[in-house]
């Protein structure tokens, strides 16, 4: 059985795991920084979508988010927890560009982002193990 932690294994995760955090991070860093808004009339049918949610604060709250699921990602910190949320992330942002708008430039980015979580949760899966109990009890984080 091949381990994600071992190997060679081990620096083709850690290389994903950077470039997907500099992605994010990149991603984040525009638009917090230096106020890079996309024109979200070039998105297609997209556009009105990503500008109401500009218009209402889910846009600038999913940047900053950026931010930190990829600092988080950059430092190895609660990796498994960051990857969780990126999927969320990641699957909008692929059916937003695969499904809703398929422009050459979002066929990319749309595969990018699904190919980089799941490759990345697929390393990670030995901590999600707890998750796929079929009949799981209530029990507080803190129990024994």
Known sequence: MIDAGKGPWKYLVMWLRFYYAIHFLKSGINYAVFGVIPDFSKAGAVGPYLAEMNNIGFYPFIKYL????????LFN?????????????????????????????????GTQELLLCGLLILAYGKSYSGLLVSKAQPHFLWSK
């Open 66 to 73: 950026e931010i930190v699921l990829g600092s988080m990602l």
């Open 77 to 109: 910190f609660f990796v498994p927890l960051a990857l969780a949320v990126m999927a969320g992330i990641a699957f909008q942002i692929a059916y937003l560009n695969l499904v809703i708008s398929p422009h050459p430039r979002q066929l990319f980015t």
